[in-house]
């Protein structure tokens, strides 16, 4: 399998190292629009391979769209980074038009492709591809509910460890939905699980709600602390969605997905649970939340669709 990474900095890098380390793809394509950038992060990655054993060709290029023909997935990372202080909601102004012309070119060169949307405010920026290129649903999806469900589950973690219990983030099922956005993303309480037990039966309320916080400010504080965007984990977000098409894993994983009709809801992408395989989107699960849950999530809906709303605006 042929993948193309679009943007080569810290996230479209750590995308890229993480697809080849992995084994599973036969090429990665780093692109950018800065002169030497993705050449030499590819040439990095490529000096592990013999260290890491991995047989994967990484190759970088400078703006050569023609160099990603035929990719079977396409992660899109490119546009500016948030700064601290900084809301996704506020990089869309730029990011709408960088993520609009990549796009563009990619599927001039990839018309099959399968496109991942990294790029923030991730939600609207999928919508956007999504209306601009017109392709089926199953095709366009946002990571951002696989990030949030990970940072969900290392923040439920540290709770039960605090709590007593040694708990790791590999022992948590926590899933994410909602807009991947600080105030509105909704973390489901309701079905979150410790080894298959509630996690209800060994966290108070005060700290499950002090997770549920963490988890939604989780960008912002890594934002923060580093004084840009985090990378490790949405990088290796973005190579898990590659990873379940990529070998058809039919994997029940949270993405922005075009929602019509489920849930209630149509004419926006946001988050909910999905079935990842070969097709991209092949199925889109609909669970059943708490009274709190649903009301949270219509809230996000609403605030999804504010976005949305200034799109076109930005394109202008």
């Known amino acids: ?37 993705s ?27 023609a160099a ?18 900084m809301t996704r909601e506020q990089l869309i102004g730029t990011n709408a038009k960088i993520v609009k012309s990549v796009v563009d070119q990619i599927l001039a060169h990839s018309p099959e492709a399968i496109l991942i949307i990294v790029s923030n405010p991730m939600d609207a920026m999928t919508y956007l591809t999504l209306k601009d290129t017109k392709l089926p649903r199953n095709r366009i999806i946002g990571q951002g509910g696989m990030l949030d469900s990970s940072r969900f589950r290392y923040y439920l973690a540290e709770a039960l460890k605090e709590a007593g219990y040694p708990a790791t983030p590999t022992d948590i099922d926590g899933m994410v939905v909602g807009g991947h956005a600080d105030k509105t ?16 039966q060994f966290l108070s309320e005060e700290a499950i709600q002090k997770a549920v916080e963490a988890t939604k400010v989780g960008g912002a504080t890594c934002t923060k602390l ?20 990529a070998l058809d894993a039919k994997k029940l994983i949270p993405c922005c997905v075009y929602l019509d009709g489920e849930y209630g809801e149509k004419d926006l992408c946001i988050g909910v649970p999905v079935i990842l395989g070969k097709n991209g989107i092949e199925k889109i699960v609909e669970v059943e939340f708490s009274e709190a849950e649903k009301a949270k ?3 996000s809906v609403a605030a999804a669709r504010e976005v949305n709303s200034k799109i076109s605006e930005a394109l202008q």
């Open 1 to 37: 399998m042929k993948v193309t990474v679009v943007g080569s900095g810290n996230v479209g890098a750590t995308v890229a190292n993480v697809l080849a380390t992995k084994g599973f793809a036969s090429e990665v394509v780093l692109i950018d629009i800065k002169e030497g950038l």
């Open 39 to 65: 050449e030499g992060k590819a040439m990095d990655i490529m000096q592990t391979s013999h260290m890491l054993n991995f047989d994967t060709t990484v190759i970088g290029v400078t703006n050569d769209y």
């Open 185 to 200: 993303m909704v973390p489901l309480v309701s079905l979150a699980t410790y080894r298959g037990i509630p996690v209800t």
């Open 226 to 245: 580093l004084g840009t965007s985090a990378w490790y984990a949405p990088g290796a977000a973005a190579a898990a969605l590659v990873e379940a098409i």
């Open 68 to 85: 990603t023909a035929g990719s079977q997935v396409v992660v899109v990372t490119s546009g500016i980074p948030r700064k601290p202080g």
């Open 297 to 299: 999530f219509a809230e």
